[in-house]
């Protein structure tokens, strides 16, 4: 088509030399010596030829006219063809926030520790969005070296200051506690700020002597909407409270449970259940007030097979408790888990404890002299089985775990199973498959 265009571009312009070459001629030919010798030539008349030039050019514009005429339609027509020979690409209408990642602002609680470094320097390491996962500091204590080493961060942080560092009343037999008292106080006033100043939708808590994993972040973008769709779970933790290196499966750094215990330690929580705990926010010991059934109200936590968080803090209000028998030797993984590119529907409730339960209590029951002696995964997972408060603390013990319980609930247990390795073996303490739920008076 475009080759026909040419041509009809061609003929015109070789129609308009040929028009104005005759005219041309016409005005520079000489006038005919005796022009009463050929009566019958009109142009040897000179009086007519003004009147045949005239003709000519009005002949010659009406030529010019059909001439552009049929150019256009040549190339209306070449338009078209080519639209029919060129789809249009499909119209895809892809919802904008569907696409856009949300935003989960990372709260770190800091205090009178200048090794806050350390904590913030692996998350702003390890980060992949400063849009996606804004880092607010919130400080306690008014500590002025902890404060200029926030401040050194600039633009990376956002530094806020609780405003009342006044003493906290506390009962007398609480005197030596009032250092929790306190910090129930920040934990308020700061999870405050970020769902109510800066009015977020999630957020993940973190404290300032906690050093994160190279896929942290992955994990909570990747977790984050099973909190949004399972009201059944009411928070993800980082932590693995039995997460020692002999007692998790390194290997298998992908593996997610839920568990009844609340673990904390790096822990992300959906605005919604802000606005249920706000107002009945404890005085002192929050996280324990967490654990217990008025608040847990039979939700769930989704935890790691290997923690994504550990802690480097021996010194605090705690004195150290559990640090040098259990804390410093948690695993911290070290290998990135693309979680958001995997399927988590198994964590739904339903989902997890057809396929959790039925993994428990078909694996064969052994004792605890049994398993001692053998060793290798090779040798297939086993159960070992508990019947009582007593019961449960003497095999916790033997085998290295955690033996505590709070409001009843295992560390890191799911309707009293508590999934571990040992000697390189899966194995479940668990109670009887016709368990009812936690006895409070455990604790």
Wanted: glycine share 6%; with cysteine; charged share 25%.
């Amino acid at each position: 088509m475009l080759k026909k265009t040419s041509l009809a571009l061609g003929g015109a312009a070789l129609f308009l030399a040929w028009n104005g070459l005759l005219l041309l001629f016409l005005w520079s030919r000489p006038g005919p010596q005796n022009p009463q010798k050929n009566p019958q030539n009109p142009l040897g008349n000179p009086k007519l030829l003004p009147a045949q030039l005239l003709q000519l050019a009005q002949d010659a514009e009406a030529e010019l006219r059909l001439q552009r005429d049929l150019l256009l339609q040549i190339q209306k027509l070449s338009q078209q063809q080519r639209r029919q020979k060129t789809p249009k690409p499909p119209q895809i209408l892809v919802s904008t926030e569907a696409e856009e990642p949300p935003v989960i602002p990372v709260l770190v609680l800091a205090c009178d520790r200048s090794s806050v470094r350390r904590c913030l320097d692996k998350i702003l390491r390890y980060r992949p969005s400063a849009r996606r996962f804004p880092v607010i500091v919130s400080q306690d204590c008014g500590h002025a070296e902890t404060a200029k080493v926030i401040a050194s961060y600039g633009q990376a942080v956002a530094h806020i200051h609780q405003p009342d560092l006044s003493e906290v009343a506390v009962p007398p037999e609480h005197r030596k506690f009032q250092g929790y008292y306190k910090i129930s106080r920040h934990y308020r006033w700061a999870l405050g700020q970020v769902f109510r100043t800066f009015r977020y939708r999630a957020a993940i808590v973190v404290e300032d002597d906690l050093e994160v994993a190279p896929d942290f972040f992955e994990y909570f973008q990747a977790v984050l909407p099973l909190l949004q769709r399972d009201p059944s779970l009411w928070c993800a933790s980082a932590w693995n409270d039995n997460g020692k290196e002999g007692l998790v499966d390194a290997g298998r750094a992908e593996l997610l449970y839920r568990t009844d215990f609340f673990p904390g330690l790096g822990w992300l929580l959906l605005a919604e259940l802000w606005d249920e705990l706000e107002p009945k926010w404890p005085a002192a010991f929050w996280d324990d007030w967490m654990r217990q059934p008025e608040q847990r109200r039979g939700r769930s936590c989704v935890r790691p097979e290997v923690s994504r968080t550990m802690t480097f803090g021996r010194k605090g209000v705690s004195h150290g408790q559990f640090f040098d028998q259990y804390l410093k030797f948690i695993k911290l993984n070290d290998r990135f888990v693309p979680f958001t590119q995997m399927d988590l529907s198994y964590l739904k409730k339903e989902q997890y404890e057809r396929f959790f339960l039925q993994q428990v209590y078909s694996a064969p029951e052994i004792k605890l002299e049994q398993l001692q002696k053998e060793s290798g995964k090779d040798l297939g997972a086993v159960r070992l089985q508990y019947r009582g408060r007593d019961s449960f603390k003497a095999l916790a013990k033997a085998l290295g775990l955690m033996d505590d319980l709070k409001s009843g609930v295992p560390r890191a247990g799911y309707r009293g199973i508590v999934s571990f390795v040992c000697r390189g073996r899966r194995v479940f303490l668990a109670p009887p498959s016709d368990w009812t739920g936690y006895d409070p008076s455990w604790s």
